[in-house]
């Protein structure tokens, strides 16, 4: 038995006829009953139902389609695989982005592009911080996207998007100057890159309570824990339902940031890794 025999079996199946399979795969009809007469007899059962006027399956045909149908859609995916090699697309590409940026639409933008290109895999990482540049400038990730970078000369950088970083503290938590900051823990996330110095927003001389992961940094400003610096799109219905409140003093108040693309100035870029750069490029979300 043969993949051809499989695929000519199929066609019938889906086509309702040896004469409209023969069509379809541009063959002669007694080409396509030799093909699945001999795969009959590898079988020893016949497949079709002949006695109609139009061929049937039988109940070992019906068996043998359900089980053969995961291997024409391989088969489909192998071809699309092969058409993307000869269309020089390339098998992965690896991007890190900062946990600051505007996410749920990034990672639409992502899902989009995925269904244009499927064989080409996007291996996102979520970073903070220096380490997306630090990716980057190693060759871990081809594309980074951050506000913090700082090796202008080896990288190429566009704005592609702008965030609001608010300070904010539990409405639980009264405070009225910014003095009084000083005796609560301001919740900072600190760099992994050990020769990394970005920072943002520290308080001189106030409590620090410093965190490896970003992920708890919101529930412990929540919780009346401390205060800190938060995405505006990652608290807005904490803020609408008055359980958080946003900090405005002399140093201490909301801040715009540049969401910037960044890559390695003169890296050859693959016919995907183009495409992307440029959706990216012109997304400004």
Known sequence: MTLDQVLVFHTIVKA????????ELNKTQPAISFSIKKMEEELSVELFDRSGYRPALTAEGRAFF???????????????????????EEPEISLSVDGISP????LSLFK???????????????????EVERKVLNREALFGITHFYSEMNALEAIKISSIEML???????EIQT???LLGIDQIVVSDKNKAGKASFGLLNGGRKWYLTESNFKREIILAGLGWGHLPSHTIREEIKQGKLKIL???TVKPRELDINLIRLRKQGLGTVAKSLWEELTSWHG
């Not at 300070?167 to 938590?173: A, D, K, M, T």
């Open 167 to 173: 300070p904010v503290i539990s409405s639980e938590i």
């Open 178 to 180: 910014e003095e009084e």
């Open 16 to 23: 309702g006829s040896f004469k409209s399979a023969a069509a």
């Open 103 to 106: 996410l749920p639409s990034l």
């Open 248 to 250: 405005n003093f002399e």
């Open 112 to 130: 989009k592009f995925g269904d244009r290109y499927p064989n080409t895999k996007l291996n996102l990482s979520l970073d903070i911080l220096s």
């Open 66 to 88: 359900e089980r053969s149908q995961n291997l024409i859609q391989g088969m489909h995916e192998l071809e699309n695989l092969a058409q993307s090699f000869r269309n020089k």
